[in-house]
C-alpha cells in the first residue's frame, strides 16, 4: 500500500441516499479492516464521497456494502496516468452504491400510477394498484 498523503487516493466511494446507520457502518468496517485510509470525506447531494487510498479494498467494499444493504452498485474506472518505468495504464475508480429507499409491499407513484412493490432483486417486481397487472423492471427506472 502507499504511503499515506491527505491528498492521495485511488478510488472513490459514492453513497447516495444512505442511511446514518449505512455510513456508521461503512465507516466502522474500514476503520476495523484497515486495509485502506480515507483521504477526504466530502459531503454531496443526497450523500457522501469518500476518497480511498486503495481501490481494490474500495471494490471489495463496495459488494459487501451491496450484501449488507440492498441498492444500486456500479463500479466505473478513468484513466488517471501511465506509470514512466513499465507504461502500464494506472486508473482511479469510482464505486457508486444507491441505497433503495422503499422497501417489499411499499406502494409508490410510477409513471404517474400507484404500483405495489412486490419483491427487489436485482430488478424490481411491481403491480399496478388499478389494473393488478404485474411486471419487473429495472430498480434504476424506480428512481425516476
Known amino acids: 500500500m502507499k504511503p ?22 461503512i465507516c466502522d468496517r474500514i476503520r476495523t479492516e484497515g486495509r485502506a485510509k480515507v483521504s477526504k470525506a ?23 456494502i451491496k450484501e449488507h444493504q440492498m441498492g444500486i452498485l456500479k463500479v466505473s474506472r478513468r484513466l488517471h496516468t501511465q506509470d514512466k518505468m513499465t507504461s502500464k495504464h494506472i486508473y482511479r475508480v469510482t464505486v457508486l452504491f444507491k441505497a433503495i429507499p422503499f422497501k417489499r409491499g411499499d406502494i409508490i407513484t410510477f409513471h404517474g400510477e400507484q ?13 399496478d394498484i388499478k389494473s393488478g397487472a404485474k411486471r419487473v423492471v429495472e430498480l434504476e427506472l424506480l428512481f425516476r
Open 115 to 127: 404500483v405495489q412493490i412486490l419483491n427487489i432483486g436485482t430488478k424490481a417486481q411491481i403491480k
Open 4 to 25: 499515506h498523503i491527505q491528498d492521495y487516493f485511488e478510488g472513490i466511494l459514492q453513497v447516495r441516499n444512505g442511511s446514518k446507520e449505512l455510513l456508521d457502518w
Open 42 to 64: 466530502k459531503k454531496v447531494t443526497n450523500g457522501v464521497d469518500l476518497y480511498m487510498t486503495d481501490q481494490h479494498y474500495l471494490q471489495n467494499l463496495g459488494r459487501k
